[in-house]
């Protein structure tokens, strides 16, 4: 053997075990399987730490919310992820949105010059017998590796679908009929204060286009994939229209906050809000590419095209890439992983990310992080501390570990709920703030120890 530690999967979370382990010194083999003429049915191209959905890590406030805290504790732990996304930084409000290829090409720059850290394009097709192994393949594991995870685990693998939006060409929109805004004028000042793209309807024009989505082709479900339910944090834009008249007025296509200035009046110089938006947000750093917020979709190809047409402002729009439809598995980790991320019944292999049942890119490199520097304290044979309880990365792995109820166990973003509760006497207004204090500082020692 000429590695210490094989990792299997070069997504967010394989990448970032891989960097976390071999900075401190370790033998690492990576294995990707796209790139060695494998690949899934959502990814593009074979870069590690492709993103295949939205480019946005969601909310960068460390200070209010709760994945903007875990940025800020990745951040602590030397993130080859938060390194990477700071450097393809793209304007998105208060968000951290990438250009996807800057942040890729990123992340695979920094790993092939790790001297310890060996790449192999390669499609694992069972788990290891021996060897300490991370297994970090994602939510759409390859057919063959999932059925060997499925006999090891003694358990059938859950699964839910994931809907990918769509991405506009910038220069096919119309900005005689959209603007350019942040809901309340909160935009960054890399976007000049307008980081979005907006495109106005009126109440007629959102009950139609509702009704339309409603109406349109879909994509037809195979009958083993008919109950596999939704996330809920990922859902189909039709689905959402199914839940009632407004739904999506309250969701993606929110109005308030945006004035159009294309309405304005003499009673109202500044515009106007319209009865719903569709709003688009930069995909890449140059500024050509615009992904539809919250747009995710299992429209069929061609009714996309027509259906997305006939919203204010993309008469003309043509297509980077359109939406759809793929099926994600993952474990239930509380009842089959312990405390360390590793299978009960084969403790030499660690799951990291999406597999786990967390969801979101920031939370899958998060537990690809603790999953790193859980093999590297018990590869250095010391005992291995995990973070505080209180922190972003202590209530998401305790959550993954044991912590959820493992009967209706289901794929979770970090949020508040997962955090121990502050006191009583903290103001409902003031507890996001006591959160993230809270964690910071208990936080504190485990990150010093970490970097010692």
Known sequence: MTHDIHIIGGGLAGSEAAWQLARRGFRV????????????????????????????FRSDDDVKNAVGLLHHEMRGCGSLVMAAAKVARVPAGSALAVDRDVFSAEVEKALTALPNLTIVRERIDALPAQGMTIVATGPLTAQALASSIGAATGAQSLAFFDAIA??????????????????WDKGTSEGGGKDYINCPMTRDQYLAFRQALLDGEKTTFREWEANTPYFEGCMPIEVMAERGEDTLRFGPMKPVGLDNPHWATPEHPNGRWPHAVVQLRQDNKLGTLWNMVGFQTKLKHAEQVRLFRTIPGLKNAEFARLGGLHRNTFLNSPELLDRQLRLKTAPHVRFAGQITGCEGYVESAAVGLMAGLMAA??????????????????????????????????????????????????????????????????????LAEVNA
């Open 29 to 56: 083999k990576l294995s990707e399987m796209r790139g060695g003429g494998d690949s899934t049915p959502a990814h593009q191209g074979a870069g590690l730490a492709e993103l295949v959905c939205s480019n946005s």
């Open 166 to 183: 769509p991405i506009v060409y910038r220069d096919s929109i119309e900005m005689d009929v959209c603007w350019m805004a942040a809901r």
């Open 377 to 446: 304290a018990e590869l250095a044979g010391r005992d291995w501390t995990p973070p505080p309880r209180t922190s972003a990365l202590g209530a998401l792995l305790s959550h993954i570990t044991g912590d959820a109820e493992a009967e209706c166990y289901q794929p979770m973003n970090v949020n508040f709920g997962l955090f121990p509760p502050v006191a009583d006497s903290v103001r409902k207004k003031q507890r996001k703030e006591a959160y993230t204090a809270r964690a910071e500082a208990d936080i504190a020692p485990w």
